[in-house]
C-alpha cells in the first residue's frame, strides 16, 4: 500500500542519496526529519495552548482569545513572539548554569519521546523494539529539569513547588508503568507498531481486555494527569500557595520551554493512551480501513485531542489535592489496586476470556 | 550505623518564608511570617501595615457625614453594611428614629451586600484550592447584584448610600422588580454551586478536618461571623441584637458545631438561603415613608460614648463614637471582624501543612483593608 507519506519521504530520500555521499545524506536526512518534527512539536504546543484557553473559556462562561486573528488562532504565535523577544533575565544569587541548563532538561524529555510514536503507518521517525520502555524512560528526564530549576532558582518557593516534583514524579510513575505493563501483557509487545498491528484484527486493546483494560486506563489517567504536573495534581506550581512554583524565578524564553513542555506531555500522556488503549491511528470499526489516500494521522489527533479535552476537563472543574493526600492516593490505592489488576490481566488472558 | 549517627549527619531545618504581601492567597497585602518545616508550618506570624491608612484618625478630622464616605474603604465588600453602622451610630447619638421605609430598604440592600459577599468569596476559596471555575461562575451572579446597586445609587464597591438620618435618595423604580428577577435567577444557581463544588470528593478532603477551631477558641480570640458560627457559637447580631428591620422578620441563624473550614463553608452557603429568604420577606410589601429625616447642615453629637454594632458579611462590626460634643467626632474606634479572626490564624496553623493553610485562610474569608484600618 503506497501512500502519500511515504512517496514524499522515498522521493526525498532516494533524492539526497543521489546529489551526495551515503553519510553526508545520511546526516542531512536526520536533521530534516529533527526539524520537522522540532516543527511540528512547537505548533501543536502553540495550539494546545490556545486550545486551553478556548476550553477554559468554555468552562467558565468567558470567550477567550479572540481578538488576534479569527477565533484568536494567532493568540499564541502573538505571545511566543513576545516571549522570544523578552529579555532572560537572571535573578541574583542564583546557580547560573543549572539555571540555564534546567529548562532544557524539560523540553528535550519532552521532545524526544515524540520521537516513537507512530502518528500513522509510515509516519513515525524511528519503530524500536522497545518502544514503550523507551518512552517511559525518556519522559522521566524532565522532572531533573524541574528539580534543577527549582534547586538552582535560590528561592525557596521554587524550592518546595520542585521538591514536591520530585515526590509526586517518583511516586505516580510507579502507577503510570504498571498500568502500561498491563497492556503491554495484553499486546504481547513493546513496540508500537507492533501494538497497533496486534489492534487491526483484535479490536482496540480497551475492548479485546475489558475489565482489567478498562481499571488500567482510568489508573492511567489519573497517574498520567499527575505525570504532567496539571490539575488536580499541580501542586508543582500551586499559585495559590507557592505562587508559580518551581518556574517562579523564570522569564522569557526559558519559561517558555517550561510552559511548552507541560502540553508536549500532555500531548505525549495523551498519545500513549490512544495507542495502547484506543488503537491509534486506526480507524473506529475500519470504516476508512479500504481508502488508500485516507490520512491515517487524522485518526490518531482527533483520538489525542479527546483526552486532551479530557484532561482539561479535569482541569478546570477539580480542586487540587493537597500533597500528603496526593501520596496516599497514589501508594495506597492506586499502586495495590495496579498490582491486583496486573495479576487480573495475566489471568484473564491466561485463560483466553479476552475478546 | 546506629540511629545516632543517622540523626547527626541527616540534618533539617526549619526555614522562614515570607507569604505575601504580594502572594496570591493573600487577598491583598497580608505578610504572613511562616516558619516552615518540609510542608509543616510551625509558626504563622501575621504582619500587618501595609495597607494602613489611618481611617479611625482620619475620622477625628472629619464630619459625621464624612465618616460615613471612609467606612466603604475598610471592609469593601460589604460596605453598604459598614456605612449602615456609623449612620445607625449617628442616628443613636441624635435620637432620630428612622422611618420603617428606611430600615426595610436598609436591611434588603444589606443583604444583598452579603450575598454579594459571599458569592465572592465561594469563587475565592474555589481558587485557592486549586479549582479556577468556581471565580467566574460567582463572578456571573454578583455582576446582576452589583447592578441593582448601580441602578440605585450610582456606585458598583463604594456605595455611600446611606447617610446619617436615613438614605441619601430613593431607590430606583426599577429596585423593586430586578431584585425580584435576581433572587429568581440565584435560586436557581447556588444549587449549582454546590454541585460545583461542595460535594467534590477533593474538596470535601481538603477541607472537612482542616482549619479546627474549638467553640471555646472562638469565644476567646474574638472571632465572629461566619468563622464563629462554624464553631457552633451563636454570634449573629442580626438575632441578638437587631437593628433595621432584622426584628420583623424570620430567618435562621447558620450554625455548624464542627469547627472545621468545611463547616465555615456550609455557614456561608446557608446565610446565601436565609439571605434570600429575608429579601423574599421584605420585597413585597416596602412601605411608605420618609426617606431622610431632616438633620442639620452640620451634625454635632451630644457629649458622650455611642457605640453600636452590626453584623456585616465578615462578623460583627462595631462603632465606638467619643463625641465632645462639636462638629467632628472626639475618638472613633472600629472593631473589624477581620482583625479578631485573624488572630485565629496562629492558633490553629501550627502543624499543618501549606495547603491547609491556604484552605483556613479561604474559609476564613479575609478583607485585608478590613483588618488594617
Known sequence: MMNIPLNIVSTVHDWLFSIMPEGVATVTEWIIVAALYLALFAVIGLYLVLLERKVAAWFQLRLGPNRVGPWGIFQTIADALKLVSKEIYNPARVDGFLFKIAPYFVIVGALISMSVFPFSKQFQAFDINIGIFFLFSVSSIGVIGILLGGWASNNKFALIGAMRSGLQTISYELSVGLSLLTMVLLAGSLQLSEIIEVQRTGGWLILQGHIPAIIAFMIFMIAGTAETNRAPFDLVEAESELGAGFHTEYSGMQFAYFFLAEFINMFIISSIAVVLFFGGWLSPFGITEGITWFPEFLWFFIKVLIIIFLMMWFRWTFPRLRVDQLLTLEWKYLLPLNLVNLVIMAVVIWLNWTF | ?373
Open chain 2, 1 to 373: 550505623m546506629t540511629d545516632q549517627k543517622v540523626k547527626t549527619k541527616m540534618k533539617t531545618e526549619e526555614y522562614f518564608v515570607n507569604m505575601g504581601p504580594q502572594h496570591p492567597a493573600a487577598h491583598g497585602v497580608l505578610r504572613l511570617l511562616l516558619t516552615i518545616d518540609g510542608e509543616i508550618i510551625k509558626n504563622v506570624e501575621p504582619d500587618l501595615g501595609y495597607i494602613h491608612r489611618s481611617i479611625e484618625k482620619m475620622c477625628e478630622r472629619d464630619s459625621y457625614q464624612q465618616i460615613v464616605h471612609l467606612t466603604d474603604r475598610m471592609d469593601y465588600l460589604s460596605s453598604h453594611i459598614n456605612n449602615e453602622a456609623v449612620c445607625l451610630t449617628v442616628e443613636k447619638g441624635l435620637e432620630i428614629e428612622v422611618s420603617d421605609r428606611v430600615k426595610v430598604i436598609r436591611t434588603i440592600i444589606g443583604e444583598l451586600t452579603r450575598l454579594a459577599s459571599h458569592q465572592l468569596w465561594w469563587g475565592v476559596m474555589g481558587m485557592d484550592l486549586g479549582a479556577l471555575t468556581t471565580y467566574f461562575y460567582a463572578f456571573r451572579d454578583r455582576e446582576l447584584i452589583n447592578d441593582i446597586f448601580e441602578e440605585t445609587c450610582g456606585a458598583r464597591l463604594t456605595m455611600n448610600y446611606f447617610v446619617p438620618g436615613g438614605l441619601m435618595y430613593d431607590i430606583h423604580p426599577n429596585f423593586v422588580k430586578r431584585t425580584k428577577e435576581f433572587i429568581a435567577h440565584f435560586k436557581t444557581k447556588l444549587p449549582e454551586y454546590d454541585r460545583l463544588l461542595t460535594g467534590n470528593v477533593i474538596f470535601e478532603k481538603r477541607t472537612k478536618g482542616v482549619g479546627m477551631l474549638t467553640k471555646e477558641d472562638a469565644i476567646a480570640f474574638g472571632a465572629t461571623g461566619p468563622v464563629a458560627r462554624g464553631s457552633g457559637f451563636a454570634s449573629d447580631i442580626r438575632k441578638k441584637d437587631p437593628y433595621s428591620a432584622y426584628d420583623k422578620v424570620d430567618f435562621k441563624e447558620a450554625l455548624f458545631t464542627e469547627g472545621d473550614s468545611y463547616a465555615r463553608y456550609k455557614v456561608r452557603i446557608m446565610e446565601m438561603w436565609e439571605s434570600m429568604s429575608i429579601i423574599d420577606q421584605l420585597i413585597d410589601n416596602i412601605p411608605e415613608g420618609n426617606i431622610k429625616e431632616p438633620t442639620k447642615a452640620v451634625i454635632k453629637l451630644p457629649k458622650g460614648e455611642f457605640y453600636q454594632r452590626v453584623e456585616t458579611a465578615r462578623g460583627e462590626l462595631g462603632v465606638y463614637i467619643n463625641s465632645t460634643g462639636t462638629k467632628n467626632p472626639y475618638r472613633v474606634k472600629f472593631r473589624s471582624p477581620g482583625f479578631s479572626n485573624l488572630s485565629v490564624l496562629n492558633h490553629i496553623s501550627k502543624g499543618v501543612k501549606i495547603a491547609d493553610l491556604v484552605a483556613t485562610m479561604a474559609s476564613f474569608d479575609f478583607v485585608i483593608p478590613d483588618i488594617d484600618r
